[in-house]
């Protein structure tokens, strides 16, 4: 008997202890995320376009699911609040899990999505495609930047599903587009050492195709260092790097190595000139990172928050307000844009909620392939019949703690 | 009507009543889940979770005959089935042009299950020499070098033939060649053949496999090996074989399990085979009760749906979901509802 209430307190002080810990998250992100949701679902029933999404909310990819579901809430809630077409946004978590993105479909589709924001990470992307293209549901990816979200051969960039489109850069074209950068401007250094993270398809596959441009530009890397996982040590592979002579280094990867690669390199007093791409973004938020390290760092990026402009002076201001004055990153604005040119194209098209999702999708492939949008990551957008996104990226250079646009 | 009751008490007796119980639960949920399918009353969310849940059945089948009746405590079952997953994947991918759907699921399932039985082999050689912990242990970076292994291999083929690489894919494509498996990326572009029915009818081998090895001459040989190693070894039982024998199965069926899976996805990593997806089989089999199969069948189901269903909590699913499995430990583990329990069951008897 005595053991019976032991357990009776056991599960009590369980449950207490979930309630705690799920009111301790609805009082700081929480609120900011789901409320929203609610109100999006339910503040636009009549006459509103359905639209689905998935990402990572929870588990160690979480900051970009939850980036793009805010943000993809925003734009909802401010596309609403005009006269004109109307949204209504369902978005699912998918781990960043291909089985889990194949599950949160199916939840989608029970919910009646009408068009999609696909997936935020490329791998559950891959996995969702051929659902989209089986259904006829148009999707536009704000951040599946792997070429497999949008072709069936992925490697060979052959047999496109033609109804998911990508608003975000894809690797390949970030990996020839630096490896251009560097080769059109020697002054950064002629030998280059390259760390990337080789478990990861968006790290490898930016390598990959910078190995290759650089082979045909003439640039000569030095040193190939690789890691894993949560890695946090990088002193092989820097002083490899330094002792081929590196004076140039490539970092392809998101920018929390990337910080502690740049503070060990300080340590052993190695000062290359450093060069990354969209993952660096975020580096001067690192906590505990001393940002004057990242002094001098290129990146190339389609987003800068605190750009002049007042269109990303608005998002950055509202996106804050909203997540707890957390700053938006590349993922979030991509989100942004992809609801806004979703609505753009929907107005064109004349689209209402009664439609059939093929007939939308139809609309949709047409509009997306012959519009130009304006956004916050690129002026002038176009999309090719594959669904690749045609902007500029731009060459950023950190100095005094901003990002300032390099010489072109 | 007497030759009928004695049918049922056959059906029912103590060597049969376990095996009767699960594939009457099999049929019951394959026939009412397919009527839901073909008119069209399934919802899109459980229509795509049909084929992973058979393959965690039959992963759960296998991991049950290891850890509940051989009584090893086995972390690499997602190993295994990382194992099956991806050679699945490349026979089906080689095959796509020559062989029709059918047959190359089955030809991709068997090629997966004897490779992944041909692995258990050679892995339980060193490892069955190992108890407990240090078993454990040994599973569990059996499980993580597969993976690691996948991640760095290489496969594609095109007229030239097949290419196969590692660390470094160093092979140029002929135009049309196409990667099978492309090292941390995994396998992508995979064609989607598997179906509910072939799910069905491999939870129904596993399950055939399972009750007829435990109710053999072998069967009882390993339970013997689990209960007293020495006792067995006395009266002539070779527990090396016995123990080979429940681990070399055990794989087997996560070999086919891990290609039934594969082949449902157009895309599939192998970091999806991590520990975590070990212990989560292992989670179905303790709870659903060590060497219970029936136990093993329930708990499956219940645990696999229990996420999905709580996707309405949205983001505190995966804390409820944490906090349900908590409770089930302390609830099945409790002295005074077993006790209450067994006297309700005694009741009934009576």
């Given at each position: 008997?005595?053991?019976?209430?032991?357990?009776?307190?056991?599960?009590?002080?369980?449950?207490?202890?979930?309630?705690?810990?799920?009111?301790?998250?609805?009082?700081?992100?929480?609120?900011?995320?789901?409320?929203?949701?609610?109100?999006?679902?339910?503040?636009?029933?009549?006459?509103?376009?359905?639209?689905?999404?998935?990402?990572?909310?929870?588990?160690?990819?979480?900051?970009?699911?939850?980036?793009?579901?805010?943000?993809?809430?925003?734009?909802?809630?401010?596309?609403?609040?005009?006269?004109?077409?109307?949204?209504?946004?369902?978005?699912?978590?998918?781990?960043?899990?291909?089985?889990?993105?194949?599950?949160?479909?199916?939840?989608?589709?029970?919910?009646?999505?009408?068009?999609?924001?696909?997936?935020?990470?490329?791998?559950?992307?891959?996995?969702?495609?051929?659902?989209?293209?089986?259904?006829?549901?148009?999707?536009?990816?704000?951040?599946?930047s792997?070429?497999?979200?949008?072709?069936?051969?992925?490697?060979?960039?052959?047999?496109?599903?033609?109804?998911?489109?990508?608003?975000?850069?894809?690797d390949p074209?970030q990996g020839?587009?630096s490896?251009?950068?560097?080769?059109?401007?020697?002054?950064?250094?002629?030998?280059?050492?390259?760390?990337y993270?080789?478990?990861?398809?968006y790290s490898k596959g930016i390598f990959d195709t910078f190995?290759?441009?650089?082979?045909?530009?003439?640039?000569?890397?030095?040193?190939?260092?690789?890691?894993?996982?949560?890695?946090?040590?990088?002193?092989?592979?820097?002083?490899?790097?330094?002792?081929?002579?590196?004076?140039?280094?490539?970092?392809p990867i998101?920018?929390?190595?990337?910080?502690?690669?740049?503070?060990?390199?300080?340590?052993?007093?190695?000062?290359?000139?450093?060069?990354?791409v969209?993952g660096?973004?975020?580096?001067?938020?690192?906590?505990?990172?001393?940002?004057?390290?990242?002094?001098?760092?290129?990146?190339?990026?389609?987003?800068?928050?605190?750009?002049?402009?007042?269109?990303?002076?608005?998002?950055?201001?509202?996106?804050?307000?909203?997540?707890?004055?957390?700053?938006?990153?590349?993922?979030?604005?991509?989100?942004?844009?992809?609801?806004?040119?979703?609505?753009?194209?929907?107005?064109?098209?004349?689209?209402?909620?009664?439609?059939?999702?093929?007939?939308?999708?139809?609309?949709?492939?047409?509009?997306?392939?012959?519009?130009?949008?304006?956004?916050?990551?690129?002026?002038?957008?176009?999309?090719?019949?594959?669904?690749?996104?045609?902007?500029?990226?731009?060459?950023?250079?950190?100095?005094?703690?901003?990002?300032?646009?390099?010489?072109? | 009507?007497?030759?009928?009751?004695?049918?049922?008490?056959?059906?029912?007796?103590?060597?049969?009543?376990?095996?009767?119980?699960?594939?009457?639960?099999?049929?019951?949920?394959?026939?009412?889940?397919?009527?839901?399918?073909?008119?069209?009353?399934?919802?899109?969310?459980?229509?795509?979770?049909?084929?992973?849940?058979?393959?965690?059945?039959?992963?759960?089948?296998?991991?049950?005959?290891?850890?509940?009746?051989?009584?090893?405590?086995?972390?690499?079952?997602?190993?295994?089935?990382?194992?099956?997953?991806?050679?699945?994947?490349?026979?089906?991918?080689?095959?796509?042009?020559?062989?029709?759907?059918?047959?190359?699921?089955?030809?991709?399932?068997?090629?997966?299950?004897?490779?992944?039985?041909?692995?258990?082999?050679?892995?339980?050689?060193?490892?069955?020499?190992?108890?407990?912990?240090?078993?454990?242990?040994?599973?569990?970076?059996?499980?993580?070098?597969?993976?690691?292994?996948?991640?760095?291999?290489?496969?594609?083929?095109?007229?030239?033939?097949?290419?196969?690489?590692?660390?470094?894919?160093?092979?140029?494509?002929?135009?049309?060649?196409?990667?099978?498996?492309?090292?941390?990326?995994?396998?992508?572009?995979?064609?989607?053949?598997?179906?509910?029915?072939?799910?069905?009818?491999?939870?129904?081998?596993?399950?055939?496999?399972?009750?007829?090895?435990?109710?053999?001459?072998?069967?009882?040989?390993?339970?013997?090996?689990?209960?007293?190693?020495?006792?067995?070894?006395?009266?002539?039982?070779?527990?090396?074989?016995?123990?080979?024998?429940?681990?070399?199965?055990?794989?087997?069926?996560?070999?086919?399990?891990?290609?039934?899976?594969?082949?449902?996805?157009?895309?599939?990593?192998?970091?999806?085979?991590?520990?975590?997806?070990?212990?989560?089989?292992?989670?179905?089999?303790?709870?659903?009760?060590?060497?219970?199969?029936?136990?093993?069948?329930?708990?499956?189901?219940?645990?696999?749906?229990?996420?999905?269903?709580?996707?309405?909590?949205?983001?505190?699913?995966?804390?409820?979901?944490?906090?349900?499995?908590?409770?089930?430990?302390?609830?099945?583990?409790?002295?005074?509802?077993?006790?209450?329990?067994?006297?309700?069951?005694?009741?009934?008897?009576?």
């Amino acid at each position: 008997m005595k053991k019976f209430w032991k357990t009776t307190l056991a599960v009590a002080m369980t449950a207490c202890m979930a309630m705690s810990l799920a009111a301790c998250g609805s009082g700081s992100s929480g609120s900011s995320s789901s409320a929203p949701a609610a109100e999006a679902e339910s503040g636009a029933a009549d006459g509103a376009i359905k639209i689905g999404g998935s990402g990572p909310l929870t588990g160690p990819a979480a900051v970009y699911g939850n980036a793009v579901k805010t943000a993809a809430e925003m734009a909802v809630e401010e596309i609403n609040a005009k006269d004109g077409v109307q949204f209504s946004l369902q978005f699912e978590d998918d781990k960043h899990d291909a089985e889990e993105a194949a599950t949160a479909y199916g939840t989608l589709k029970d919910g009646g999505m009408q068009i999609s924001l696909a997936t935020v990470t490329s791998a559950p992307g891959a996995a969702v495609s051929p659902l989209y293209q089986e259904d006829q549901t148009f999707a536009i990816t704000p951040s599946g930047s792997s070429p497999s979200v949008i072709y069936t051969d992925g490697e060979g960039m052959t047999g496109a599903y033609g109804n998911v489109f990508q608003m975000c850069f894809s690797d390949p074209n970030q990996g020839s587009g630096s490896a251009t950068y560097i080769a059109a401007h020697p002054d950064l250094g002629s030998k280059i050492a390259v760390i990337y993270k080789n478990d990861d398809p968006y790290s490898k596959g930016i390598f990959d195709t910078f190995k290759a441009q650089a082979a045909t530009e003439g640039l000569e890397i030095v040193y190939e260092g690789t890691f894993k996982g949560e890695e946090s040590d990088f002193n092989v592979q820097l002083g490899d790097a330094q002792a081929a002579g590196a004076d140039l280094l490539f970092l392809p990867i998101y920018y929390t190595p990337a910080s502690q690669i740049l503070t060990q390199a300080d340590k052993m007093g190695y000062k290359p000139t450093v060069f990354g791409v969209d993952g660096m973004d975020g580096i001067l938020g690192v906590e505990g990172f001393d940002t004057a390290l990242a002094e001098g760092v290129y990146l190339l990026t389609p987003f800068v928050a605190n750009a002049e402009d007042e269109q990303t002076k608005t998002f950055v201001e509202n996106y804050k307000a909203r997540a707890n004055g957390e700053i938006p990153n590349q993922f979030a604005a991509d989100a942004y844009d992809c609801v806004y040119a979703l609505a753009q194209a929907c107005e064109a098209a004349g689209i209402t909620a009664d439609m059939s999702n093929a007939d939308i999708c139809a609309a949709m492939v047409e509009q997306f392939t012959s519009m130009t949008f304006n956004g916050l990551t690129g002026s002038d957008m176009t999309w090719n019949e594959n669904g690749e996104v045609t902007k500029a990226p731009k060459a950023m250079i950190i100095e005094n703690g901003e990002y300032v646009p390099a010489a072109e | 009507m007497k030759e009928k009751k004695s049918i049922f008490s056959f059906l029912m007796d103590n060597r049969h009543r376990s095996r009767t119980i699960s594939y009457t639960m099999v049929a019951v949920a394959y026939i009412a889940l397919e009527i839901l399918l073909k008119s069209g009353n399934l919802s899109s969310l459980f229509t795509g979770l049909l084929v992973p849940a058979t393959c965690y059945l039959v992963a759960a089948i296998g991991l049950n005959l290891n850890v509940g009746v051989s009584g090893e405590l086995n972390l690499g079952q997602a190993g295994f089935m990382a194992v099956g997953a991806f050679s699945g994947v490349c026979v089906s991918g080689l095959l796509k042009a020559s062989v029709p759907a059918v047959p190359r699921l089955i030809l991709a399932i068997i090629v997966g299950m004897l490779l992944t039985a041909f692995v258990g082999f050679l892995i339980g050689i060193p490892v069955l020499k190992l108890q407990g912990d240090y078993l454990a242990i040994v599973t569990l970076a059996f499980g993580q070098i597969v993976m690691n292994l996948i991640m760095n291999l290489y496969v594609a083929f095109d007229s030239a033939g097949l290419h196969v690489a590692f660390v470094e894919n160093n092979f140029e494509l002929q135009p049309g060649g196409k990667y099978l498996i492309n090292g941390p990326m995994g396998a992508t572009g995979t064609e989607r053949i598997a179906n509910f029915t072939a799910g069905t009818i491999l939870v129904v081998f596993a399950l055939v496999v399972v009750y007829n090895l435990i109710y053999s001459r072998n069967g009882r040989a390993i339970m013997a090996a689990r209960d007293n190693r020495i006792a067995a070894e006395s009266i002539g039982i070779n527990i090396a074989k016995t123990k080979m024998m429940a681990f070399v199965v055990s794989a087997a069926l996560a070999g086919a399990a891990g290609a039934l899976y594969g082949l449902n996805y157009s895309t599939m990593v192998a970091s999806k085979f991590d520990y975590n997806t070990s212990i989560l089989i292992l989670v179905y089999v303790v709870l659903g009760g060590l060497g219970n199969i029936n136990g093993t069948l329930i708990s499956t189901v219940v645990l696999f749906l229990l996420p999905q269903l709580l996707r309405g909590l949205q983001d505190y699913r995966m804390l409820i979901y944490a906090v349900i499995l908590i409770v089930i430990m302390l609830v099945t583990n409790n002295e005074f509802l077993k006790t209450k329990a067994s006297a309700f069951r005694r009741k009934k008897k009576a």
